[in-house]
């Protein structure tokens, strides 16, 4: 496995020979640090980010043609980050990112920019304080395909906004266009999702949904119907919510647990 770790300003990386990284440094006049990866070969990659102070970030990842490319991320941190996603002619993108952050912004524009490109994007938080998620898609080739899955759980003083634009513009044909945000709130906080397709083809599959609310009580009901208390229960539950389509990268499962039981135990 592929691994980037990011502590404030310093990049610690081992990657092999299917993976360049290069660094822009900070301006004077831009507090921002630009860092791009290209995708040369099939590959899996682990980034680890842990900021204990705010930093702007701008992440580039460009897939090259015929290329499948695995990305896990987990941030512990302080951000506002925007990630740019380019995706090449035949291209397949899986992405599991994981945030525990302090607090922060999130920008995240995918561009599928060849034929027949692909792009799995599953996103998960636990927000404790205000988090804000903008995804921009957009499908500028033929038979492209996007599914963008974004989950997060809201406790202590949390609230969460999520705003995600699928775009196809006339002229792009035979896309499929996949949005699908739940947030399951735990506190009385007001939160937002905005799911936005601007579609201008016919021969296009798209679909949204959008869901903010608690777990299913019968779900809960089931589980102390079984024995199991309350407080097991919902650590279950959250676990499930929060490691579904993990399978990619099972052998980090327990880490992410590890997480969450730091707020369900």
Known sequence: ??????????IINNIDDTINVSLEEKTVFFDVKTIKINILK?????IKINNDELKKMNIIFNVKENVNFNLLEINNSIVKTQYIFDL?????????????IIEGKERTIINLKGTNAKIDYNFKTISKTNEEYDYIINHKSNNTESNVNVNGVNILDGTLSFNITGDVPKGILDCVVNENSRIINFNDNTCVIK??????EYSVSANHSA???SFNQDELFYLQSRGIPKALALNLLVKGFLTSNISMFSSYKEEIEKIINKYWR
């Open 195 to 200: 799911p936005n397709l601007l579609i201008e």
């Open 88 to 100: 090449e002619t035949n291209s397949t993108t899986f992405v599991f990112k994981f945030n525990d």
């Open 42 to 46: 099939d590959t899996n990659l682990f």
């Open 211 to 213: 869901l903010i609310g």
């Open 1 to 10: 496995m592929n691994t980037i770790e990011i502590v404030n300003d310093k």
